[in-house]
């Protein structure tokens, strides 16, 4: 009777071993077995399938150097594609919301409001930004681990903030070694040479991260504001969190990697240069600690197995639309000075290498122009990205109030506060040319390798939805 029962036993989990194996490697319809997945949540592949529409207030601080422009490109597309509106800068800001100078809503372009999403970089304002934004704003942010976002600053920023620019032979090691020696607290820039990450959130770099009842405080505010605080060093899980977060779907958080050095241009950071980077930025530390373990927890509630399944996706999905994108084949990156087109040439600061990508020549034959949208966006750099959202929003706000009368339309007449632009990042080779009411009329055409005009290219996404050139082939993702 026992052998009987072992038998059956055997029988039993042999047939159930290899029922699994042949529906692992027989299928060629799913990436993924859901069987493995039973208490993760769906995936949301259609508008049908959503229990819930999705979330398009979004308030994201993009903090420097923690893969935020990437993060940035992704919000953009995100509300072109949904016809959404994009908060920007007045152009005497530049691409940026005149930082370092504290947010507030008289640096935001009057012809984009509304707004439903809010990303240029800023120095955080909570009290401006809740006026600004509708009530039901989400607010997400980014931080990257201390002593390789510090060693990207340094490189990134050395012949542009004081503080490094006194060290004489130019290395991070020197640097650490005296730092007071070189920093000045009040320098316009100094907020590159320390607690970077505090600075952008609005908080006192000066302050220790041994200040407990400060650091307390402070994180315990945090906590309240940011739904969701993204780890850089984690991109594609965070992605995850905020697809869930959002209701998005997984076509939304698509993203090529935007605005790196490279490797040329990078300083390995040894245990011992990492200690004193974390010791200098103490209070960056303690935030990127307590926000990364706040990151793990959501994922372990999320559970591992649910959250590595998406991050899976993603990246085959990603990898789909790559292919697509450049010809069949994995994109190159290009330094930018080797980037023949001026629409996709990122801002290169001096003595560094950035890297970005050039389209295939022949897009324009092979897809359809909502296609080339896709594919060209994608890999679009942050300055001319937000030119090209400025101008489509302007033509947009002047479409909508071109018959009403002006004295109910006074919102293009609110005083826009005139400030310097932030160093020479603003002073990006290819400048608007429309005024600060978004005038287009001397509006230059420059044309890139693959023949596609940058007035082409500002077309919103949503008035080329129904068209469709005969001949032509979408991006299947």
Same mark, same amino acid.
């Given at each position: 009777?026992?052998?009987?029962?072992?038998?059956?036993?055997?029988?039993?989990?042999?047939?159930?071993?290899?029922?699994?194996?042949?529906?692992?490697?027989?299928?060629?319809?799913?990436?993924i077995?859901e069987?493995?997945?039973?208490?993760?949540?769906?995936?949301? &592949?259609?508008?049908a399938?959503?229990?819930?529409?999705k979330?398009?207030?979004?308030a994201?601080?993009?903090?420097?150097?923690?893969? *935020?422009?990437?993060?940035?490109?992704?919000? !953009?597309?995100?509300?072109?594609?949904?016809?959404?509106?994009?908060?920007?800068?007045?152009?005497?800001?530049?691409?940026?919301f005149?930082?370092?100078?504290?947010?507030?809503?008289?640096?935001?372009h009057?012809?984009?409001?509304?707004?439903?999403?809010?990303?240029?970089?800023?120095? !955080?304002?909570?009290?401006?930004?809740? @006026?600004?934004?509708?009530?039901?704003?989400?607010?997400v942010?980014?931080?990257?681990?201390?002593?390789?976002?510090?060693?990207?600053?340094?490189?990134?920023?050395?012949?542009? &903030?004081?503080?490094?620019?006194?060290?004489?032979?130019?290395?991070?090691?020197?640097?650490?070694?005296?730092?007071?020696?070189y920093?000045?607290?009040?320098?316009?820039? *100094?907020?590159?040479?320390?607690?970077?990450?505090?600075?952008?959130?609005?908080?006192?770099k000066?302050?220790?991260?041994e200040d407990?009842?400060?650091?307390?405080?402070?994180?315990?505010e945090?906590?309240?504001?940011?739904?969701?605080?993204?780890?850089?060093?984690? !991109?594609?899980?965070?992605? +995850?969190?905020?697809?869930?977060?959002?209701?998005?779907?997984?076509?939304?958080?698509?993203?090529?990697?935007?605005?790196?050095?490279?490797?040329?241009?990078?300083q390995?950071?040894?245990?011992?240069?990492?200690?004193?980077?974390?010791?200098?930025?103490?209070?960056?530390?303690?935030?990127y600690?307590?926000f990364n373990?706040?990151?793990?927890?959501?994922?372990?509630?999320?559970?591992?197995? &649910?959250?590595?399944?998406?991050?899976?996706l993603?990246?085959?999905?990603?990898?789909?639309?790559?292919? *697509? &994108?450049?010809?069949?084949?994995?994109?190159?990156?290009?330094?930018?000075?080797?980037?023949?087109?001026?629409?996709? @040439?990122?801002?290169?600061?001096?003595?560094?290498d950035?890297?970005?990508?050039d389209?295939p020549?022949?897009?324009?034959?092979?897809?359809?122009?909502?296609?080339?949208?896709?594919?060209?966006?994608?890999?679009?750099?942050? +300055?001319?990205?937000?030119?090209?959202?400025?101008?489509?929003?302007?033509?947009?706000?002047? @479409?909508?109030?071109?018959?009403?009368?002006?004295?109910?339309?006074?919102?293009s007449?609110?005083?826009?506060?005139?400030?310097?632009?932030?160093?020479?990042?603003?002073?990006?080779?290819?400048?608007?040319?429309?005024t600060?009411?978004?005038?287009?009329?001397?509006?230059?055409?420059?044309?890139?390798?693959?023949?596609?005009?940058?007035?082409?290219?500002?077309?919103?996404?949503?008035?080329?939805?129904?068209?469709?050139?005969?001949g032509? @082939?979408?991006i299947?993702?």
């Amino acid at each position: 009777m026992v052998r009987k029962k072992i038998f059956l036993l055997v029988a039993v989990v042999s047939t159930v071993s290899l029922l699994l194996h042949h529906r692992i490697h027989s299928s060629t319809k799913s990436w993924i077995m859901e069987p493995f997945y039973f208490n993760c949540p769906p995936l949301q &592949c259609h508008p049908a399938s959503r229990l819930k529409p999705k979330h398009t207030n979004v308030a994201f601080l993009k903090t420097h150097k923690t893969a *935020s422009s990437t993060m940035q490109n992704l919000l !953009f597309r995100f509300a072109e594609r949904n016809n959404l509106t994009v908060a920007l800068p007045v152009q005497s800001c530049g691409h940026q919301f005149c930082y370092p100078q504290t947010f507030t809503a008289h640096f935001v372009h009057p012809h984009t409001l509304p707004a439903n999403i809010i990303t240029n970089h800023m120095r !955080f304002n909570k009290a401006e930004l809740q @006026r600004l934004m509708p009530k039901n704003t989400i607010y997400v942010t980014i931080m990257r681990e201390p002593s390789t976002m510090f060693e990207s600053s340094f490189s990134y920023y050395y012949h542009y &903030c004081q503080s490094f620019k006194r060290v004489r032979d130019g290395t991070l090691e020197t640097f650490l070694e005296e730092p007071w020696r070189y920093y000045q607290p009040k320098e316009k820039d *100094s907020m590159h040479a320390r607690n970077t990450l505090a600075f952008d959130l609005g908080l006192d770099k000066d302050r220790s991260g041994e200040d407990e009842e400060y650091v307390q405080a402070s994180l315990a505010e945090l906590d309240k504001v940011f739904s969701l605080v993204m780890i850089a060093e984690y !991109f594609d899980e965070s992605l +995850v969190l905020l697809r869930h977060l959002l209701s998005w779907d997984l076509d939304d958080i698509l993203y090529l990697k935007l605005n790196m050095r490279s490797a040329s241009s990078k300083q390995s950071v040894t245990p011992g240069l990492a200690s004193k980077i974390r010791s200098w930025n103490s209070l960056d530390a303690r935030l990127y600690d307590h926000f990364n373990a706040s990151l793990w927890r959501k994922i372990s509630t999320m559970g591992l197995a &649910c959250v590595a399944r998406e991050v899976q996706l993603l990246r085959q999905t990603q990898e789909k639309l790559m292919r *697509s &994108c450049f010809d069949g084949t994995m994109p190159h990156l290009r330094a930018s000075s080797q980037i023949k087109n001026n629409n996709l @040439r990122p801002w290169n600061p001096e003595k560094v290498d950035i890297m970005g990508y050039d389209l295939p020549g022949n897009l324009s034959q092979r897809f359809s122009s909502k296609a080339q949208q896709l594919c060209l966006k994608l890999i679009m750099p942050e +300055v001319q990205h937000t030119q090209v959202l400025l101008r489509s929003q302007s033509l947009r706000y002047r @479409r909508v109030h071109q018959f009403r009368n002006p004295r109910q339309s006074n919102l293009s007449q609110l005083p826009i506060r005139r400030t310097l632009p932030w160093h020479t990042q603003v002073q990006h080779p290819q400048q608007l040319a429309e005024t600060e009411t978004g005038s287009t009329d001397n509006l230059k055409h420059v044309t890139g390798t693959q023949g596609q005009s940058l007035n082409a290219v500002t077309r919103s996404s949503h008035t080329q939805d129904n068209t469709t050139q005969k001949g032509n @082939r979408e991006i299947n993702i």
